[in-house]
T-cell receptor
Framework: NAGVMQNPRHLVRRRGQEARLRCSPMKGHSHVYWYRQLPEEGLKFMVYLQKENIIDESGMPKERFSAEFPKEGPSILRIQQVVRGDSAAYFC????????????FGPGTRLLVL | KNEVEQSPQNLTAQEGEFITINCSYSVGISALHWLQQHPGGGIVSLFMLSSGKKKHGRLIATINIQEKHSSLHITASHPRDSAVYICAVEETSGSRLTFGEGTQLTVNP
């Protein structure tokens, strides 16, 4: 049973480009969470999604960031017009569809904006 | 004041020592998680607690809901335990996790 998969593992973008980060949850998991870890800082919640539905996006920056979890395929975190401050590790986690379920983390995508 | 506070921030121990990392929180929670982040950056979920105590190998996690406090203990520590240990709470209002700043543990041989 494969764990949570994220790709790419490393992504380099120039300022103004778009970044697309993908997350495939564990088999049977329909809940996906995205977290961001800025350099030398702790993890921060960004968004919580179920299939075709955003449950909680209170941690998402108001502009340039969007997330989706379609019926088929991985969850996508999209960052438009990236800036240097977007450089961070982005982690995805998935869980079973119940409250207080263990969240299983992916290996993360390290985004570097030049 | 952060909703989740960990202590100490940094901890250095000799191999074989008993280690305790503490976590205090200020919000109502449905569960508390202990996570381990290795130097390569990957995150592993160690425990999820809503009451009492859990044990897995040399790791023990306890939680006191009334005092809003949890501890992670490592018995017979080993250099491979060196990592950042992160406490995270799942608030009763939702499923999102709120994280502590982490404790950097270094175990010397």
């Amino acid at each position: 049973n494969a764990g949570v998969m994220q790709n790419p593992r490393h992504l380099v973008r120039r300022r103004g480009q778009e970044a697309r980060l993908r997350c495939s949850p564990m088999k049977g998991h329909s809940h996906v969470y995205w977290y961001r870890q800025l350099p030398e800082e702790g993890l921060k919640f960004m968004v919580y999604l179920q299939k075709e539905n955003i449950i909680d996006e209170s941690g998402m920056p108001k502009e340039r960031f969007s997330a989706e979890f379609p019926k088929e395929g991985p969850s996508i975190l999209r960052i438009q017009q990236v800036v240097r401050g977007d450089s961070a590790a982005y982690f995805c986690a998935s869980s079973l569809p119940r409250r207080a379920g263990t969240q299983y983390f992916g290996p993360g995508t390290r985004l570097l904006v030049l | 004041k952060n909703e989740v506070e960990q202590s100490p921030q940094n901890l250095t121990a000799q191999e074989g020592e008993f280690i305790t990392i503490n976590c205090s929180y200020s919000v109502g929670i449905s569960a508390l998680h202990w996570l381990q982040q290795h130097p390569g950056g990957g995150i592993v979920s160690l425990f999820m607690l809503s009451s009492g105590k859990k044990k897995h190998g040399r790791l023990i996690a306890t939680i006191n809901i009334q005092e809003k406090h949890s501890s992670l203990h490592i018995t017979a520590s080993h250099p491979r335990d060196s990592a950042v240990y992160i406490c995270a709470v799942e608030e009763t209002s939702g499923s999102r996790l709120t994280f502590g700043e982490g404790t950097q543990l270094t175990v010397n041989p």
